[in-house]
């Protein structure tokens, strides 16, 4: 079957301008998570959703960063005001459920570059 | 506080022999996952394997498996037998409690011809 895509693969913009980022997960996949991926790092966690509420945002650096799932499916990650550091691969995963057993499965990522 | 550590940056394998990465971690928790995903040179994240805190087995996935001590707190992944194509950033990561999962530094794995 699918698996997570994420849309754009590339995203160049100015320092400033507003983004949104989008994550389609696996179909029947309730739980998605964001990640963001610095060069060498391993991915940090953003925001989980169940369904479509934000279960958790700790993640989340700043109010610039906002998420959202409308009907618990498709998901958008949006940055207000972009700034350099901003610059990263954003991962999207989806799992069937939120427990610790489920295992995540990612989407191919997002490459932002904030000019 | 929960934590991942990965204390090898670099590994370098022989083709066709087995390889060990490190893994330890730390939470207070009583029921948690482990996991080890693989992400190649085109960045995508691969799952690779998975350990259950009350999995009494060790996890096997074809040449993968992990050497689970729960008493150490370590999860090291075990490649047998490696191939060409094992040559990528390997990650440990944790879920715990809530609902955040956390992963370690990576380990870039090279396997010689």
């Known amino acids: 079957g699918a698996g997570v895509s994420q849309t754009p693969s590339n995203k160049v913009t100015e320092k400033g301008k507003y983004v949104e980022l989008r994550c389609d997960p696996i179909?029947?996949?309730?739980?998605l998570y964001w990640y963001r991926q610095s060069l060498g790092q391993g991915p940090e966690f953003l925001i989980y959703?169940?369904?479509?509420?934000?279960?958790?945002d700790s993640g989340l650096p700043n109010d610039r960063f906002f998420a959202v799932r409308p009907e618990g499916s498709v998901s958008t990650l949006k940055i207000q005001r972009t700034e350099r550091g901003d610059s990263a691969v954003y991962l999207c995963?989806?799992?069937?459920?939120?427990?610790?057993?489920?295992?995540?499965?990612f989407g191919p990522g997002t490459r932002l570059t904030v000019l | 506080a929960q934590k991942i550590t990965q204390t090898q940056p670099g590994m370098f394998v022989q083709e066709k022999e087995a390889v060990t990465l490190d893994c330890t971690y730390d939470t207070s928790d009583q029921s948690y996952g482990l996991f080890w995903y693989k992400q190649p040179s085109s960045g995508e994240m691969i799952f690779l394997i998975y350990q259950g805190s009350y999995d009494e087995q060790n996890a096997t996935e074809g040449r993968y498996s992990l050497n689970f001590q729960k008493a150490r707190k370590s999860a090291n992944l075990v490649i047998s037998a490696s191939q060409l194509g094992d040559s990528a950033m390997y990650f440990c990561a944790m879920k715990s409690g809530g609902f955040k999962t956390i992963f370690g530094a990576g380990t870039r794995l090279f396997v010689k011809a």
């Open positions: 995963a989806s799992s069937l459920g939120g427990s610790s057993t489920d295992t995540q499965y």
């Open positions: 179909s029947g996949h309730t739980a």
């Open positions: 959703f169940q369904g479509t509420g934000a279960a958790d």
